[in-house]
């Protein structure tokens, strides 16, 4: 049974970046898509960014504020999203999801069948 783990969150200052990181456990990533989601509080869980399973195709949403890349490292089965510059407004909590891959990638949570805890992302000053 496939598990993902998101690791690396906490308190970063606006302006600054955080390196996350999406572990694999009980199967291997090497054929799965992966989206980044977050959940502000009072807010609708939203796409932030995915990659495809051979990681030759990335999507990211541009909402503004920060600037949030996705890269993965399939023989060590983790996926690494990034947050750079982030704001206040960045403040949420971040999940990965995974689905067997497709040609595009997709930030739709819907389309997803397995999902982390997620891990809480806070940026103060």
């Known amino acids: 049974q496939l598990q993902l783990v998101e690791s690396g969150g906490g308190l970063v200052r606006p302006g600054g970046s955080l390196r996350l990181s999406c572990a694999a456990s009980g199967s291997t990533l090497d054929y799965l898509d992966i989206g980044w989601f977050r959940q502000a509080p009072g807010k609708e869980r939203e796409g932030v960014s995915c990659?495809?399973?051979?990681?030759?195709?990335?999507v990211s949403v541009d909402f503004g504020n920060g600037r949030f890349t996705i890269s993965r490292d399939n023989a060590n089965n983790t996926v690494y999203p990034r947050i750079e510059s982030p704001s206040p407004k960045n403040t949420a909590v971040y999940y990965c999801?995974?689905?067997?891959?497709?040609?595009?990638?997709?930030?739709?949570?819907?389309?997803?069948?397995?999902w982390g805890k997620g891990n809480q992302v806070t940026v103060s000053s």
């Open positions: 999801a995974g689905r067997p891959t497709k040609i595009l990638c997709a930030l739709e949570s819907e389309r997803y069948n397995y």
């Open positions: 990659i495809v399973s051979r990681g030759s195709t990335m």
